[in-house]
């Protein structure tokens, strides 16, 4: 955890494109809840946020993919958590958004009742990206559920999404807002990423922010010469 929000935000990606590369993104499964979802022993990252807020765009740019999360006009289409496996190292999870989906409160109870479920007691999962959309001012909704991940104890990185849609200065504003916010709450994000699906801004820092998270692959080691002297 940063001691200051003065370093939160990452810095631009370098000029040498360093990102990791996607060379596989398989969808392997969705559930309802916690009970239902596929056995895995792979490192989990899911991807959480108010309906609208660019959740579907975010994920196909990460995983290079033009329709592996459908995109829809309608707030609220994403209702099961969806699982998919990237490059046979990590799974990306897709998360039921809250806010204003066009479901009952019933059904809306039910959904924030499933996605805490996972959050919560799966034990592969590793980091939660809270996303926000940068052309608003922190929201109440999400400020909430963000305080929710840190009471939790469940590791969590913020993604302000759409930087493309405002001016420069209107989404430097709402930083410094949601900066604010986050000191008057002591809440602590890992980190704190500005992307735009258009644009491709900060799909490499949040890939290779997953990157630098995964299990390190064993070196393999110079195999000794084997001796065949016993044969004499």
């Given amino acids: 955890m940063p001691d200051s929000f003065s370093a939160v935000f990452t810095s631009e990606a370098p000029t040498t ?3 990791m590369k996607i060379i596989s993104a398989q969808f392997t499964g969705c559930a309802t809840d916690l009970e239902g979802c596929p056995p895995s022993s792979l490192p989990e990252f ?3 946020g108010r309906s609208n807020v660019g959740k579907s765009s975010l994920i196909n740019l990460l995983a ?3 329709g592996l999360a459908k995109i829809s006009g309608t707030p609220g289409k994403t209702r099961l ?3 998919f496996r990237i490059n046979d190292q990590w799974t990306l999870v897709d998360l039921p958004g809250y806010g204003f989906a066009k479901v ?3 059904q809306q109870a039910a959904f924030n009742e499933q996605v805490s479920g996972y959050l919560t007691g799966r034990e592969n999962l590793k980091q939660v990206f809270a996303l926000l959309d940068s052309q608003l001012e922190p929201l109440d909704t999400d400020l909430a559920f963000i305080d929710w991940l840190q009471q939790c104890g469940i590791p969590y990185s913020i993604i302000l999404t759409k930087t493309d849609r405002s001016a420069d200065a209107k989404v430097q504003n709402h930083e410094g807002q949601l900066l604010q916010a986050l000191e008057d709450y002591g809440l602590n994000p890992n980190e704190v990423f500005k992307c735009s699906a258009k644009t491709k801004r900060g799909r490499g820092a949040v890939l290779n ?3 630098g998270r995964l299990p390190k692959k064993p ?3 110079a195999g ?4 065949l002297g016993w044969m004499r």
């Fill in 209 to 211: 922010w997953i990157e």
């Fill in 104 to 106: 009952s409160k019933a």
């Fill in 64 to 66: 290079d993919s033009s």
């Fill in 17 to 19: 494109d360093t990102t």
């Fill in 219 to 221: 070196k393999k080691k």
């Fill in 224 to 227: 000794k010469s084997i001796q």
């Fill in 46 to 48: 899911a991807f959480v």
């Fill in 81 to 83: 958590i969806n699982f």
